[in-house]
Every structure is written in structure tokens, then in C-alpha cells.
């Protein structure tokens, strides 16, 4: 509790925890970079399933953005071990006191949902491109990752009374999640527009959570 606030806020976030996450932005990154490469290496064609698989990886960030958001509003208690201080706790915080989201910085805001993409580019590193099926599974991890890793980014600038003019374009456009939609989550009976990632599933309707 801060004591200028009446309101729960975001934990401050000690050295050793942001040199983790920059190493996690920096990580995620590189194994971007590293599979740009893969790619480009790769000596077999690029078939037209694959422009599947980009349709198919990004739609499911967007739905998973969704299902991680709705558990974190919804389940368990934010004592948890390990996942309650850095995962359940600022979704609770958020839905008490929204506007402290703006206070949280670029690495803070990012760090969290690039540790979970290392894991994902990980594991893609681990198939190789030889056959068919495996080129569409990595290209449908690594469209995952990318669409899915400014998840919270995006989250934040829709909290953002003026966004950067680009970004409230993207905004209008319907490209990334609008502030009018995500308004619509933060008010009874919160059910609706959980999918953040880009906002695109946000019809999908999730049981209620209670405030
Ligand atoms: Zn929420
Ligand atoms: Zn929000």
C-alpha cells in the first residue's frame, strides 16, 4: 500500500528483479533474431500453409492472452507461491486501482510476458525445418511469440488517456486493443474483452469475475 494512495499499487521492483528482466527482453530479442536467421537459411520453399500458420499463431496469442488474463483475474489467491507476487497480484492490483499501470516503466511493464517467450523460442529452436510439418510448427511458435510478447505493451497504451499518435491510429484501425473496448472489461459484469494480446477475440465471453 503506498502512502499517497488509498489504493493497492504495483510492487516496486528491486534491482536484481529489473536485471532479470532486461536479460529477459534482451533474450527474447535475440532468439527473434536467431530464428530470422533460421528462416532465412532455410533452404526449402515457403509454402503457402505457412501464411496458415501466421494466422493461426497470432489468433491463438490473442486467444491465449485471454485464457492467462481470465485465470489471473479469477483464480486462486494472490499469496500463492511464485505465482502470486509477480503473475495474480498486478491483475488484482490493476482491477482495484487501474491507473497505477501508468507508473510502471518500459522493462517493468515487458519483462514478465518476455520470460514466457523465451520459453516458447526455446522449444522452437529445438525443431528442426526439414519436413513440412515441422517448418509450420515452428513458424506458428515464433508468430506466437511475436504477437503475443507486447501483450502487456499494448495493454498499457490502451490505459493511456493520450497514446503516441501512431499507436492510437493502430488503436482506431482496430489493429491492437482500443481504450473504448478495454474499458468495457474494467465495468460489471467483467466478462467481456479479456483478449489483450491485440483485442481481436475480444467477443469471446468468460464466466464473471467478482470484483
Ligand atoms: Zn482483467
Ligand atoms: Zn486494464
Redesign the pocket.
Known amino acids: 500500500m503506498s502512502a499517497n494512495s488509498a489504493f493497492p499499487v504495483h510492487d516496486e521492483v528491486g534491482w536484481g528483479l529489473r536485471a532479470f528482466e532486461v536479460s529477459c527482453i534482451a533474450g527474447a530479442a535475440t532468439l527473434f533474431f536467431v530464428h530470422c536467421m533460421r528462416f532465412v537459411s532455410c533452404k526449402a520453399s515457403f509454402a503457402w500453409p505457412l501464411g496458415l500458420a501466421v494466422i493461426v499463431g497470432a489468433l491463438s496469442a490473442d486467444f491465449t492472452s485471454g485464457i492467462v488474463?481470465?485465470f489471473?483475474?479469477t483464480w486462486f489467491h494472490d499469496t500463492l507461491p511464485f505465482l502470486g507476487p509477480r503473475f495474480l497480484r498486478p491483475?488484482r492490483v490493476?482491477?482495484v486501482n487501474p491507473d497505477d499501470f501508468l507508473r510502471r516503466d518500459f522493462i517493468d511493464t515487458n519483462g514478465d510476458v518476455s520470460m514466457l517467450v523465451i520459453a516458447v523460442l526455446l522449444t522452437a529452436l529445438l525443431i528442426p525445418l526439414e519436413t513440412a510439418g515441422e517448418r509450420w510448427l515452428v513458424v506458428y511458435l515464433v508468430t506466437f511469440s511475436l504477437v503475443g510478447w507486447p501483450t502487456n505493451q499494448i495493454h498499457q497504451w490502451a490505459h493511456r488517456p493520450q497514446p503516441p499518435r501512431w499507436i492510437a491510429r493502430l488503436q482506431q484501425l482496430g489493429l491492437i486493443l482500443s481504450r473504448p473496448a478495454h474499458q468495457e472489461?474494467?465495468v460489471a459484469p467483467?466478462s467481456k474483452n479479456?483478449c489483450i494480446a491485440k483485442g481481436w477475440l475480444k467477443f469471446i465471453f468468460f464466466p464473471a469475475?467478482k470484483p
Do not use: V
Request: proline share 0%; glycine share 0%.
Open positions: 488474463h481470465w489471473c483475474d491483475f490493476h482491477h472489461h474494467h467483467y479479456y469475475w
